[in-house]
């Protein structure tokens, strides 16, 4: 690898890292609130009014074409890494639709003036070995000259219209689960403040680059009622998402979350990104917390987050048996409930 390459942090020339730069839940509705922002068109069958993972379009009453796009500034200072893990976020999307992806292309942002093109191209190779382990071609793509590095993905998929899953449609009784730990945002902001060891930034490497494809298999269970993934909104604002847009609520039982082991030792270095403050005062409002400083973890920013997933309680046995069959831990963190006047989640 070049000299030019090997001395590169890329983590120094962003202001934010990863989905922690995503604008707040707030601001983004603020956007969004215009009379005709979201024209009918009867093909269209998952738009951003529930603010979902991707757009949906029925192509013939059988297959739909998945639609998603997600790029951000550098979460980690390998580019190889960076590109990987922002291509793996891209394409968790069409994962948490329940489709397979298809063909991808490129969104590329870069300082050509601060940063060699040979590490912009390390960034790409991430990219393209992550699209190949998805199955799928990096075809093409944009680039443009930018302030700071940037790099994500518009990524292609398709899914059977009868297997769609969306994040409004969970029922109240529906067990929650979630596949990846918390914490990416507090020790990716560590890094940035030369606090981080480098045994757990292996750990949230190793699941940023972890892959969502058991959304695939999630697809043809009528009992798994919705997906959405974890991403820059935290836990709580995903969540949410999904209560709102199915009209519940949710109980989540705190000390069944899981969270990586190091995130106590952020929370007492003060390694807090800004996103969770951001997040918090989008929806802190809606949430009741029975300990006030647990919102550390519940709007942790997550960059390539896991899946959280609403399924029949009934089903309960059949759906871990699938988790633990893709290796992933088999516990409930909460359930949906009936809606009511108080706050949408409840966290004990």
């Known amino acids: 690898m070049a000299p030019e390459v090997l001395n590169i942090n890329l983590t120094e020339y962003s202001h934010g890292a990863g989905c922690g730069c995503k604008l707040s839940p707030g601001v ?8 005709d922002a979201n024209p009918v068109f009867s093909n269209l069958l998952v738009g951003h009014d529930t603010k979902d993972d991707a757009a949906v379009v029925d ?24 590109g990987a893990i922002a291509a793996t976020n891209a394409i968790s999307d069409i994962y948490a639709m329940g489709g397979t ?39 093409g793509g944009h680039s443009i000259d ?11 998929g398709r899914v ?4 769609v899953k969306k994040n409004c449609t969970g029922q109240p009784g529906d067990l929650l689960y979630l596949t990846k730990p918390l914490g990416i945002g507090m020790v990716t902001t560590a ?24 959304g695939q298999s999630l697809a043809e269970l009528p009992y798994v009622h919705a997906i959405t993934d ?7 604002g995903h969540l949410l998402e999904i209560c709102e847009g199915s009209n519940t609520g949710a109980t989540l039982h705190y000390h069944q979350i899981p969270v990586f082991d190091f995130v106590p030792k952020y929370i007492a270095l003060g390694c807090l990104p800004g996103g969770t403050n951001r997040n918090w005062a989008s929806y802190g409002h809606k949430i009741s917390l029975k300990e006030p400083e647990t919102y550390k973890v519940i709007a942790d920013p997550q960059t390539s987050g896991g899946l959280l997933i609403a399924v029949e309680s009934q089903h309960r046995q059949a759906f871990e048996a699938q988790l633990l069959a893709h290796g992933i831990p088999a516990n409930a963190i909460g359930e949906l ?3 009511t006047d108080e706050k949408s989640i409840k966290v004990g």
């Open 28 to 35: 983004l509705a603020d956007i969004l609130q215009s009379p």
């Open 59 to 82: 192509l013939d009453g059988t297959t739909a074409i998945i639609s998603t796009t997600d790029f951000f500034m550098p979460i980690v200072d390998d580019p190889f890494d960076f």
């Open 101 to 139: 992806p298809i063909v991808a292309i490129a969104i590329l942002g870069w300082p050509i003036d601060k940063i060699p093109a040979a590490v912009a191209g390390e960034v790409l190779r991430g990219g393209r070995k992550v699209c190949h382990d998805a199955g799928i071609s990096l075809a």
């Open 146 to 156: 930018a302030p700071e590095p940037i790099f994500g993905l518009a990524v292609t």
């Open 160 to 163: 059977p219209v009868s297997q």
């Open 191 to 214: 890094q940035k403040k030369k606090l981080a060891d480098q045994e757990d930034l292996a750990l949230a490497k190793q699941s940023m680059l972890t892959l969502n494809k058991i």
């Open 230 to 236: 974890v991403t820059g909104f935290g836990l709580g």
């Open 337 to 339: 409930t009936h809606p």
